[in-house]
Every structure is written in structure tokens, then in C-alpha cells.
């Protein structure tokens, strides 16, 4: 499920879908590229939907039923900042594959009458014959909801799948139900994963243009240039020490200068990118007007003759004459320049390549496709044998791997933690799905929770919580047919699967914050191993209420557990036996709700306290300072993958403090004349936070070695790096020699300072 955290509005008014309305507008209204304007008006549109539902009141922004008259597992079309247009996902106007099924079966092209079909004996077979080939596809959830209902008929649970289609039945003329047809199952995802299908490779490669600069470049080389040689060669005719025009044009030197100005006419009208040598100031300009005027017998004036000569002597002198060894060396190395085949070329060669092959599915070995071009393709094509497929086009392929996540990573097709996330579905869907002990059921909630990861999140207030998967109607209707394999001791099954992911993710990527998805796909593991293992998103600042969900606390004494009496406890000023009591405390009494929901007073208060006077009133940035302090007390997830989890990334923990710190420096160096550093300061305390729990985790003697040898790092950076981080890395020496700060933070008369990403008064960082 896509997260827009980061993207949220302030509130739920209309002032955000109206600022986003004008931003497409003006991109639909300015911008040269059609493609752009066209997803513009797209985007336009939609946003008219949101503010055309909120003015009429059927649109509930905030909520997990945002739209009037379906239910929270309806998948919705979201925009930017979770905001919903009121349109269903599954909604809209009938797709082909629906139209050929009606045919097939002799109804109405109505959803309802497909509906009521699948029912019936004819239906229900069709369907049957799907499960059991595995030839569907599941875009949106709702596609795999009569494949269940067919799944439970068949194996005799007829109350469940009466359920089913009684839950379903008053939506069956908006939504469809039906799976969509597919040439094969879907391959394994638990021994592999793709970034990309190998049609998403083909779209994009389809919309390479040529570039423009570079063509010209090449028409320049292959055409301009060699026909300015000409001319400078014909004027040189004329030539007497030097001079043209010296010598007077005689009837054969007229005649030749005719046939190269009709030759030119020619290029000029098939050769239209260069427009240089239309330029009559510049120096093909000059020849070729001085010629014109010559061979219709028109005498040059004085002026134009003197430009002519300056021409053809600064041409000489630049590149020597036409001829000359350091002329014909030049024009041979343009020559094989011009030549090499574009990348839009070579794109439309690697679309020959990918045609062959199955298009909805990843690559398992993209290694042959990436090969020089061959003899015989350089026969078809007429590009050169041999030609190189550059890095642009070898990415796009690259991209369709199919391999171990870890592979990915390693190959660098998954350069980001928000990368990971988007991959991680794949895997988590696989692995959930061994729970069912019927193979083409696995396959069918497989094929369900992909699609259920492509579900944007909403836009929600008052600590409501997305929809999950559990909620589905069709998924609830077969939760009985699962087994407790996730859940064994042997390693195998979903408790191994988030260690992988966890250790994964920990290890490629240190000095970067779990995206939302990510950690919501733990989330998913962890209740089916039941680990009791709190995973926390991080909060968006612009609607943060001031209020926190148990999970919080929990995941605060699950730190506690593994970080009493450390240097991240120390350095941080964190009392984690004060929060275990509190923990305590709430467990035993009834939590208290607030706005409908049950929350952790104690730990929202913790975090306001902590965060000083700058939570006392309301802003991004104080509600920033809140935030950050609830993820200084949970470690954001770090704990709770190590306590509970049992990751233990290799090579270990001081080999993450050091690279940590690297990303600290590398983001630390962004500061530097930065019109709007702010978002980089909090990137850059999350990064130094990682680095402070790897150092807590190392043995005092490897801990002290890290520290003394940040210094070094800091050396390979502009020097304003150091420094910036200077009062940072002093704060580090002190409290890891045992020393701490005072009240505000700080020690050594400001010398040496905690580090944190928030501020509301200015940061000393920048």
C-alpha cells in the first residue's frame, strides 16, 4: 500500500485540492511535452472530483469511509496526499475483457448480469476453470472476490460463500468482481521478485524520444559540417596568398558554385534540425550568401567581401586546411562520431529484443538481452554490428530482473529503501499465502494481496487506521482455511521471512528511516507469527492531533528492554524504566479513548515533555519536535527488529554506526547553501539517531574505536562538514566518556550538543 505521508495537507480543506487543482492546470496550460500535458489533465480532472465531492458533501475527507455509500473495504482512486476523488478502483465503465465474458456468455453487458452469472452452474464452472489453470490476473482486490466465492462453493463451504455473495450483491452492478483473463499463473515470488514486468520495461522504452540536442549534434557532424568544407574548399579556388577572391571566378568555378547551392537547397529542405547555416552572421552563412551573390554575377560589396575573408581565415585557422593531416583526422573522428547509433535507436532494437518474451512477468536472466548488436540484427536494422547498449536503456532491462530480493539489492535495481518497499508485497504476499494448505487458494490470496499492495493509502484523522488486508470480505470468508506453517519454531515461514526483510533492509540501506510501507508490511509478517512485536509508522507533522495509539508505548519498553543503561539511553536522556513502569500502568487500566480511538496518554505527554516549550503550541515544526521524540523512544522500529525480531545484519553492528555516518556526512554536505535545508537537517538527525543504536550495540572497546574514528570520515568531506558537525561529534565523545548534557542539551557552553532533526527557532546546524 502506496504511503503519502510525507505529502499529507495541513487540514482536510479545500484549500490543498485547490492549490493542487491550479499546479495541473498550469502544467496542462505550459509545458511543450504532450505526454505531460496529457497526464496534467488527468490529474486536473481528479482533482475536480475531490473538490466537487467535498462541495456536495459525499466526500468525508479524513475518514476510512471517505466516500457516501461504500464500505471501508471498497479500493478507492486516491491522489496526492491520500485525498479521494470518490471514484471506486473497481468502478467505471465496463473493461474489454468484461464485454467478452458477457458475449461468452450470452448476457447483458451489465456487471450485475456477469454477476448473477458466475452464480450459475456455467458461472461457477468458467470460474473453476480459472483457479485451477491459474490464467487470471488480479489488478484491483475486488477481482479476486468471485474466484473466492467459487473456491468455497466447490469445496462445500456453501454458508461462507452465501455470506460472501450476500456482502458483495448490492455492489454488484458498480464494481466488478469478475478476474481479469491471463495467458499463465503468476510465477513464484518467494524465490523471486521483480521491480518491473517486462511490459512496464516496454512502455517506458516505447515513450524514449529522440534527443533533440544530440540529433542535432549528429546532423551537424554528418551533414553541415562536410558541406562547409565543400564551400570553403570551392572558395578557396580563388584563393591567392591567402585571399579569396583573388583570383577571378572562371565559367567552370560558376558552374561547380550552381551545383552546390542546389545541393544545398536540398539539404536545407530534408536536413531541418541544425538551423545554423541559416544564420547568414555565421561563417556557412557567409560562404554560402557570398556564393549565391557571386553566381547570379552580382559583385560582392566591400563589407560582405570582408566578411567572406574573415571566414574563410578564422575556418582555416581553427581546423587547418581541408586536407591537411590535422583537418582529415578531426572530420574522421566526427565522421565515426556522427555514425554511432542513437540511444533511441538502440531503445527500439532492445524493444525487438523484449517483444519475444512473456510481458507480464519479470526476467530471470537479462543478461543475453543486453549483449552488442549482432551481425544479423545489423543486417535488419542497419545499426553497426558491435554497438554498446548504453547504461539509460541496459537500466530499463535491468529493472525486469527476477531474483532474490537480496540479489537486487546487491545489483543495484533496488536503490532505495522506498524502492524495497514498493518489492517487499511481493514477497509478503507469497509468504502469507502459505498459510492456506490449498495450492490454487495460495495462489488466488497470493494474486489478492499483490493487488492489495497497490492500494493507495488515505488521507486520516483522528488516529483512524488504513484498511488491512483481514477486512477484505473474501478474504475474511476463507481466514478459517488457514494453517499455523507461518508460525513455526524451525525458522521457516513468515517469522524467517521478516528477519530476511528486516535485516535486508537495515543493512543496504543504514542511515535511512523505514518508509511507511515497509513497516507496514512488517506489520503484516508480525501478525501472522504473532511476535508481539510493535512496528510504528513515522507520523505526518502537518495532522498530527497530539495523540499517540498504544503501539507506541509498547514499542517504547520494547527499546527499553534491549537499551537499559547504553549509550543511546545516556545520550538521548531517556529514563526507560520510568517508561516500563508507565507501560505498566496503562496495561492495567482501561486505556482512555480519544476521538474514537484508543491512545497512550501517558506516552503523548512523555513526548511533550521531553520536547520542551516548543510543543506548546501548534505548528509543523513544534508537532515535528513531538514526533521525533516518540521516534527517539521507540528507536523507530530498530529495537523491536532486533529484541523481538532477532535480525543481526552482517557485518556487524560497528560496520553500520561507520556507514551511517557516512550518509550523516553526505547529508550534512546538502546544508551547504541550501535555500530550504530544513528537511535535510531531519534527514540528517535520523541518519546520526541509526548510528547511535548500531554504537550502543557494539562492545565498549569496538564503541570507543568507532567514535575516535568519525574524524576521519569528516576529513574526506568539504570542510564545512566538520565543521557543522562539530558540537554534534563532541556531544558523542562526551556522554560516551561517561559525561551528559545539561537540561537544554547542550555541555561545554554549547560546544557540544545533542543532535536533533526539529526545530521551531532556527537549527545550529545550519
Given at each position: 500500500?502506496?504511503?503519502?505521508?510525507?505529502?499529507?495537507?495541513?487540514?482536510?480543506?479545500?484549500?490543498?485540492?485547490?492549490?493542487?487543482?491550479?499546479?495541473?492546470?498550469?502544467?496542462?496550460?505550459?509545458?511543450?511535452?504532450?505526454?505531460?500535458?496529457?497526464?496534467?489533465?488527468?490529474?486536473?480532472q481528479?482533482?475536480?472530483?475531490?473538490?466537487?465531492?467535498?462541495?456536495?458533501?459525499?466526500?468525508?475527507?479524513?475518514?476510512?469511509?471517505?466516500?457516501?455509500?461504500?464500505?471501508?473495504?471498497?479500493?478507492l482512486e486516491?491522489?496526492?496526499?491520500?485525498?479521494?476523488?470518490?471514484t471506486a478502483?473497481?468502478?467505471?465503465?465496463?473493461?474489454?475483457y468484461?464485454?467478452?465474458?458477457?458475449?461468452?456468455?450470452?448476457?447483458?453487458?451489465?456487471?450485475?448480469?456477469?454477476?448473477?452469472?458466475?452464480?450459475?452452474?456455467?458461472?461457477?464452472?468458467?470460474?473453476?476453470?480459472?483457479?485451477?489453470?491459474?490464467?487470471?490476473?488480479?489488478?484491483?482486490?475486488?477481482?479476486?472476490?468471485?474466484?473466492?466465492?467459487?473456491?468455497?462453493?466447490?469445496?462445500?463451504?456453501?454458508?461462507?460463500?452465501?455470506?460472501?455473495v450476500?456482502?458483495?450483491?448490492?455492489?454488484?452492478d458498480?464494481?466488478?468482481?469478475?478476474?481479469?483473463?491471463?495467458?499463465?499463473?503468476?510465477?513464484?515470488?518467494?524465490?523471486?521478485?521483480?521491480?518491473?514486468?517486462?511490459?512496464?520495461?516496454?512502455?517506458?522504452?516505447?515513450?524514449?524520444?529522440?534527443?533533440?540536442?544530440?540529433?542535432?549534434?549528429?546532423e551537424?557532424?554528418?551533414?553541415?559540417?562536410?558541406?562547409?568544407?565543400?564551400?570553403?574548399?570551392?572558395?578557396?579556388?580563388?584563393?591567392?596568398?591567402?585571399?579569396?577572391?583573388?583570383?577571378?571566378?572562371?565559367?567552370?568555378?560558376?558552374?561547380?558554385?550552381?551545383?552546390?547551392?542546389?545541393r544545398?537547397?536540398?539539404?536545407?529542405?530534408?536536413?531541418?534540425?541544425?538551423?545554423?547555416?541559416?544564420?547568414?552572421?555565421?561563417?556557412?552563412?557567409?560562404?554560402?550568401?557570398?556564393?549565391?551573390?557571386?553566381?547570379?554575377?552580382?559583385?560582392?560589396?566591400?563589407?560582405?567581401?570582408?566578411?567572406?575573408?574573415?571566414?574563410?581565415?578564422?575556418?582555416?585557422?581553427?581546423?587547418?586546411?581541408?586536407?591537411?593531416?590535422?583537418?582529415?583526422?578531426?572530420?574522421?573522428?566526427?565522421?565515426?562520431?556522427?555514425?554511432?547509433?542513437?540511444?533511441?535507436?538502440?531503445?527500439?532494437?532492445?524493444?525487438?529484443?523484449?517483444?519475444?518474451?512473456?510481458?507480464?512477468?519479470?526476467?530471470?536472466?537479462?543478461?543475453?538481452?543486453?549483449?552488442?548488436?549482432?551481425?544479423?540484427?545489423?543486417?535488419?536494422?542497419?545499426?553497426?554490428?558491435?554497438?554498446?547498449?548504453?547504461?539509460?536503456?541496459?537500466?530499463?532491462?535491468?529493472?525486469?530482473?527476477?531474483?532474490?530480493?537480496?540479489?537486487?539489492?546487491?545489483?543495484?535495481?533496488?536503490?532505495?529503501?522506498?524502492?524495497?518497499?514498493?518489492?517487499?508485497?511481493?514477497?509478503?504476499?507469497?509468504?502469507?499465502?502459505?498459510?492456506?494448505?490449498?495450492e490454487?487458494?495460495?495462489?488466488?490470496?497470493?494474486?489478492?494481496?499483490?493487488?492489495?499492495?497497490?492500494?493507495?493509502?488515505?488521507?486520516?484523522?483522528?488516529?483512524?487506521?488504513?484498511?488491512?488486508?483481514?477486512?477484505?470480505?473474501?478474504?475474511?470468508?476463507?481466514?478459517?482455511?488457514?494453517?499455523?506453517?507461518?508460525?513455526?519454531?524451525?525458522?521457516?515461514?513468515?517469522?524467517?521471512?521478516?528477519?530476511?526483510?528486516?535485516?535486508?533492509?537495515?543493512?543496504?540501506?543504514?542511515?535511512?528511516?523505514?518508509?511507511?510501507?515497509?513497516?507496514?508490511?512488517?506489520?503484516?509478517?508480525?501478525?501472522?507469527?504473532?511476535?508481539?512485536?510493535?512496528?510504528?509508522?513515522?507520523?505526518?507533522?502537518?495532522?498530527?492531533?497530539?495523540?499517540?495509539?498504544?503501539?507506541?508505548?509498547t514499542?517504547?519498553?520494547?527499546?527499553?528492554?534491549?537499551?537499559?543503561?547504553?549509550?543511546?539511553?545516556?545520550?538521548?536522556?531517556?529514563?526507560?524504566?520510568?517508561?516500563?513502569?508507565?507501560?505498566?500502568?496503562?496495561?492495567?487500566?482501561?486505556?482512555?479513548?480519544?476521538?474514537?480511538?484508543?491512545?497512550?496518554?501517558?506516552?503523548?505527554?512523555?513526548?511533550?515533555?521531553?520536547?520542551?516549550?516548543?510543543?506548546?503550541?501548534?505548528?509543523?515544526?513544534?508537532n515535528?519536535t513531538?514526533?521525533?521524540?516518540?521516534?527517539?523512544?521507540?528507536?523507530?522500529?530498530?529495537?523491536?527488529?532486533?529484541?523481538?525480531?532477532?535480525?543481526?545484519?552482517?557485518?556487524?553492528?560497528?560496520?553500520?554506526?561507520?556507514?551511517?555516518?557516512?550518509?550523516?556526512?553526505?547529508?550534512?554536505?546538502?546544508?551547504?547553501?541550501?535555500?530550504?535545508?530544513?528537511?535535510?537537517?531531519?534527514?540528517?538527525?535520523?541518519?546520526?539517531?541509526?548510528?547511535?543504536?548500531?554504537?550502543?550495540?557494539?562492545?565498549?572497546?569496538?564503541?570507543?574505536?568507532v567514535?575516535?574514528?568519525?574524524?576521519?570520515?569528516?576529513?574526506?568531506?568539504?570542510?564545512?562538514?566538520?565543521?557543522?558537525?562539530?558540537?554534534?561529534?563532541?556531544?558523542?565523545?562526551?556522554?560516551?566518556?561517561?559525561?551528559?548534557?545539561?537540561?537544554?542539551?547542550?555541555?561545554?557552553?554549547?560546544?557540544?550538543?545533542?543532535?536533533?532533526?526539529?526545530?521551531?527557532?532556527?537549527?545550529?546546524?545550519?
Amino acid at each position: 500500500m502506496n504511503d503519502n505521508a510525507e505529502q499529507q495537507p495541513l487540514t482536510a480543506a479545500p484549500s490543498y485540492p485547490e492549490a493542487q487543482l491550479a499546479k495541473a492546470f498550469m502544467t496542462a496550460l505550459t509545458q511543450g511535452d504532450a505526454d505531460t500535458r496529457r497526464r496534467a489533465e488527468v490529474r486536473g480532472q481528479r482533482w475536480r472530483e475531490v473538490l466537487a465531492g467535498m462541495a456536495a458533501g459525499r466526500l468525508s475527507v479524513g475518514s476510512r469511509t471517505p466516500v457516501e455509500g461504500l464500505p471501508p473495504w471498497v479500493t478507492l482512486e486516491v491522489v496526492r496526499g491520500g485525498f479521494a476523488t470518490g471514484t471506486a478502483s473497481a468502478g467505471g465503465p465496463l473493461q474489454a475483457y468484461e464485454v467478452e465474458a458477457a458475449r461468452s456468455f450470452g448476457v447483458p453487458a451489465e456487471r450485475r448480469a456477469l454477476f448473477a452469472c458466475c452464480l450459475t452452474e456455467p458461472g461457477l464452472a468458467w470460474l473453476w476453470a480459472r483457479l485451477d489453470s491459474g490464467h487470471y490476473e488480479i489488478g484491483v482486490p475486488e477481482e479476486a472476490a468471485l474466484l473466492t466465492m467459487a473456491w468455497l462453493a466447490r469445496h462445500g463451504e456453501m454458508n461462507a460463500a452465501l455470506g460472501l455473495v450476500a456482502e458483495l450483491e448490492p455492489f454488484a452492478d458498480r464494481l466488478r468482481f469478475l478476474p481479469r483473463p491471463a495467458d499463465g499463473p503468476a510465477p513464484d515470488a518467494i524465490a523471486a521478485v521483480h521491480r518491473y514486468t517486462v511490459s512496464e520495461a516496454v512502455d517506458t522504452l516505447t515513450r524514449r524520444r529522440p534527443n533533440a540536442a544530440i540529433e542535432t549534434q549528429r546532423e551537424a557532424l554528418a551533414v553541415w559540417q562536410p558541406f562547409g568544407d565543400e564551400l570553403l574548399v570551392h572558395w578557396l579556388r580563388t584563393a591567392q596568398d591567402g585571399r579569396v577572391l583573388q583570383l577571378a571566378p572562371d565559367a567552370d568555378w560558376l558552374a561547380h558554385g550552381e551545383v552546390l547551392l542546389g545541393r544545398y537547397r536540398l539539404l536545407a529542405a530534408e536536413h531541418t534540425r541544425c538551423t545554423k547555416h541559416r544564420n547568414p552572421k555565421k561563417n556557412l552563412g557567409i560562404l554560402r550568401g557570398a556564393l549565391e551573390e557571386t553566381v547570379a554575377g552580382r559583385p560582392l560589396e566591400m563589407r560582405r567581401l570582408g566578411l567572406l575573408r574573415h571566414a574563410v581565415e578564422s575556418m582555416v585557422r581553427r581546423r587547418g586546411l581541408p586536407g591537411s593531416v590535422a583537418h582529415t583526422a578531426l572530420r574522421r573522428r566526427q565522421a565515426e562520431q556522427a555514425v554511432l547509433p542513437s540511444h533511441h535507436a538502440l531503445a527500439q532494437l532492445m524493444l525487438r529484443r523484449l517483444a519475444v518474451l512473456p510481458q507480464e512477468t519479470g526476467i530471470t536472466d537479462v543478461a543475453p538481452l543486453l549483449g552488442a548488436v549482432t551481425e544479423e540484427e545489423s543486417r535488419e536494422t542497419g545499426l553497426p554490428a558491435g554497438a554498446v547498449v548504453p547504461p539509460t536503456i541496459r537500466q530499463v532491462v535491468e529493472s525486469t530482473l527476477s531474483a532474490p530480493l537480496g540479489t537486487l539489492v546487491e545489483r543495484g535495481v533496488v536503490p532505495s529503501a522506498e524502492v524495497l518497499a514498493e518489492l517487499v508485497p511481493q514477497l509478503v504476499a507469497a509468504t502469507t499465502a502459505q498459510a492456506y494448505g490449498d495450492e490454487t487458494l495460495r495462489a488466488l490470496m497470493a494474486a489478492n494481496y499483490r493487488a492489495f499492495g497497490n492500494r493507495r493509502s488515505l488521507l486520516l484523522l483522528n488516529l483512524e487506521r488504513q484498511v488491512r488486508v483481514e477486512e477484505l470480505p473474501w478474504v475474511r470468508a476463507v481466514s478459517g482455511q488457514r494453517s499455523a506453517v507461518l508460525g513455526k519454531p524451525d525458522g521457516e515461514g513468515a517469522r524467517a521471512v521478516l528477519r530476511q526483510l528486516g535485516e535486508l533492509a537495515v543493512r543496504a540501506f543504514p542511515g535511512t528511516i523505514l518508509p511507511n510501507p515497509l513497516v507496514r508490511e512488517f506489520g503484516v509478517l508480525e501478525r501472522q507469527c504473532d511476535l508481539s512485536a510493535p512496528f510504528v509508522e513515522e507520523l505526518a507533522a502537518d495532522i498530527f492531533m497530539g495523540a499517540f495509539s498504544p503501539k507506541f508505548l509498547t514499542a517504547a519498553r520494547v527499546a527499553g528492554e534491549l537499551l537499559d543503561g547504553t549509550l543511546y539511553e545516556r545520550y538521548y536522556g531517556i529514563d526507560y524504566a520510568a517508561i516500563r513502569n508507565l507501560a505498566i500502568a496503562e496495561t492495567g487500566a482501561a486505556l482512555i479513548r480519544s476521538h474514537g480511538a484508543r491512545t497512550s496518554p501517558g506516552f503523548a505527554r512523555l513526548c511533550a515533555e521531553r520536547a520542551g516549550a516548543a510543543s506548546r503550541s501548534w505548528s509543523v515544526a513544534a508537532n515535528g519536535t513531538v514526533i521525533e521524540q516518540a521516534q527517539i523512544l521507540t528507536t523507530h522500529n530498530l529495537a523491536t527488529l532486533v529484541h523481538r525480531v532477532g535480525i543481526a545484519p552482517r557485518p556487524g553492528w560497528p560496520d553500520l554506526a561507520r556507514r551511517c555516518f557516512v550518509t550523516v556526512c553526505r547529508l550534512a554536505s546538502r546544508v551547504h547553501r541550501n535555500p530550504r535545508p530544513l528537511g535535510t537537517i531531519k534527514d540528517t538527525a535520523y541518519a546520526w539517531r541509526q548510528m547511535v543504536f548500531h554504537l550502543s550495540l557494539c562492545p565498549p572497546e569496538e564503541q570507543r574505536r568507532v567514535i575516535a574514528g568519525l574524524d576521519e570520515e569528516t576529513a574526506r568531506h568539504p570542510a564545512h562538514v566538520a565543521t557543522r558537525l562539530a558540537p554534534a561529534l563532541a556531544g558523542l565523545a562526551l556522554v560516551a566518556e561517561g559525561g551528559a548534557f545539561g537540561g537544554d542539551g547542550t555541555a561545554d557552553d554549547g560546544r557540544a550538543r545533542r543532535f536533533l532533526g526539529w526545530s521551531t527557532d532556527g537549527h545550529w546546524i545550519r
